[in-house]
């Protein structure tokens, strides 16, 4: 079955270059032109990845994307800037979208990254029948999801694909850029904000006190490493 990209843009210029060459590497697509458009689409059809514009017309691709992660659908966002602002990325990614680009933006990068977010996608999809303990966190590979003192959490896919990597190398440093490789899939470094934001978003959902971190350390220069809480 071809893969299906909903792309998600006003500007047809720019769909017309995207939907061309995204069928030209073998992908089927689907076009919406405003907000709301995507939310119906998206909604009503089961696309493998959103091709998600910030800047559209009558919802913005902010909103969009609280929307569907609101609404439990975890289809891989991959958002569309034009702003060059640090703030829209990393709401983007807080909101639950998988990873960001800012226009202008070359053909082969977006590949790299649809590409990418797929491969993680498909394997994320794999039964792994698998629990990993640390301390009173339970992850449950295979389940997607993880209970804290018997608190059942939930994490966007990234989220949880970057605690059971740092679970599986619990006690060791990992460099952000490690984590781009292994994590994000990216053969290329710099985007290290995006690590850092998904970091924060998980001590937001395990740790007692985000300000003093008994699970997810930062080793100043070096990277993180998750361990287990002292006393346990």
């Not at 990209?5 to 500007?11: A, K, N, P, Q, R």
């Not at 017309?57 to 439990?72: A, F, M, Q, T, Y």
């Not at 394997?123 to 029948?129: G, I, N, P, R, S």
């Not at 710099?190 to 001590?203: K, P, Q």
Request: aromatic share 6%.
């Amino acid at each position: 079955m071809s893969t299906k990209i909903l792309i998600v843009e006003d500007e047809k210029s720019i769909v017309t270059l995207l939907a061309y060459n995204l069928k030209q590497a073998g992908f089927m697509t689907d076009v919406a032109y405003d907000g709301i458009e995507a939310i119906q689409k998206a909604e009503g059809n089961d696309y493998d990845l959103i091709l998600l514009d910030i800047m559209i017309p009558e919802i913005d691709g902010l909103e969009v994307c609280k929307h569907l992660r609101s609404n439990k659908i975890d289809t891989p966002i991959l958002i569309l800037t034009a702003r060059d602002d640090e703030t829209d990325k990393v709401l983007g990614l807080e909101l639950g979208a998988d990873d960001y680009i800012t226009k202008p933006f070359s053909i082969r990068e977006i590949q790299a990254r649809i590409k990418a977010i797929l491969r993680r996608a498909n394997k994320a999809d794999e039964k792994v029948y698998e629990t990993i303990k640390i301390g009173d966190l339970i992850i449950y590979i295979d389940k997607h999801e993880a209970m804290l003192e018997a608190k059942k959490l939930t994490f966007t896919r990234m989220e949880f694909e970057l605690l059971v990597y740092l679970a599986k190398h619990k006690g060791m440093v990992l460099s952000r850029d490690q984590l781009l490789d292994h994590v994000w899939n990216y053969e290329f470094s710099g985007e290290t904000r995006i690590v850092d934001v998904h970091i924060s978003r998980l001590r937001e959902k395990i740790e007692p006190d985000t300000k003093k971190p008994i699970y997810i350390k930062t080793i100043h220069g070096l990277g993180y490493k998750l361990e287990e809480p002292r006393g346990t």
